[in-house]
């Protein structure tokens, strides 16, 4: 089986296909209530209804023509983007494809002329951290939150471009 995988920008039914794909895989993987699939489903609605492509961008990764993973950059300020809804399915991990959308959505920021890339996490999220960390993000805030109906650390990143 081929692992090629290709990126593409976002088309109609991505947004849906996100916001199911991640609450199934967050919900099965860590137990997370619906409250996170809403919380995605906000991010997505807010990218449609503010979309600049000028500067944002939504990225799907395709594998044999099916959909394995996205990533967001979105427009916080004229000089601030943030790093939104990283994911990939279990099928396509292990294939350099976290860190290939991180590094998508990095040049992008920097073409766009944003001067820092942000982003939020959980610190469960040990892989996606492992890939932020790697590519130069640099953690700044930590703090204790019940959400999702866990009790977990909330961490924000930072990102000189």
Same mark, same amino acid.
């Given at each position: 089986?081929?692992?090629?995988?290709?990126?593409?920008?976002?088309?109609?039914?991505?947004?849906?296909?996100?916001?199911?794909?991640?609450?199934?895989?967050?919900?099965?993987?860590?137990?997370?209530?619906?409250?996170?699939?809403?919380?995605?489903?906000?991010?997505?609605?807010?990218?449609?209804?503010?979309?600049?492509?000028?500067?944002?961008?939504?990225?799907?990764?395709?594998?044999?023509?099916?959909?394995?993973?996205?990533? @967001?950059?979105?427009?916080?300020?004229?000089?601030?983007?943030? *790093?939104?809804?990283?994911? $990939? #399915?279990?099928? =396509? /991990?292990?294939?350099?494809?976290?860190?290939?959308?991180?590094?998508?959505?990095?040049? @992008?920021?920097?073409?766009?002329?944003?001067?820092?890339?942000? *982003?939020?996490?959980?610190? $469960? #999220?040990?892989? =996606? /951290?492992?890939?932020?960390?790697?590519?130069?993000?640099?953690?700044?805030?930590?703090?204790?939150?019940?959400?999702?109906?866990?009790?977990?650390?909330?961490?924000?990143?930072?990102?000189? #471009?």
């Amino acid at each position: 089986m081929s692992s090629t995988i290709t990126l593409r920008h976002h088309e109609a039914d991505d947004m849906s296909w996100v916001i199911r794909q991640q609450g199934l895989l967050y919900q099965q993987e860590y137990g997370w209530d619906e409250s996170f699939e809403a919380l995605v489903a906000q991010i997505c609605a807010d990218f449609i209804k503010n979309y600049d492509p000028q500067k944002e961008r939504c990225w799907i990764a395709e594998m044999q023509g099916e959909r394995v993973g996205s990533i @967001f950059c979105v427009k916080v300020s004229e000089d601030v983007a943030k *790093l939104r809804l990283l994911f $990939v #399915l279990s099928k =396509a /991990r292990g294939l350099g494809l976290g860190t290939r959308l991180v590094e998508e959505c990095i040049r @992008f920021a920097k073409r766009s002329g944003y001067k820092k890339l942000t *982003l939020w996490t959980n610190d $469960v #999220l040990v892989q =996606a /951290r492992k890939i932020y960390e790697k590519n130069g993000f640099k953690l700044v805030e930590e703090e204790h939150h019940h959400s999702f109906g866990h009790d977990l650390v909330g961490q924000n990143w930072d990102l000189d #471009l």
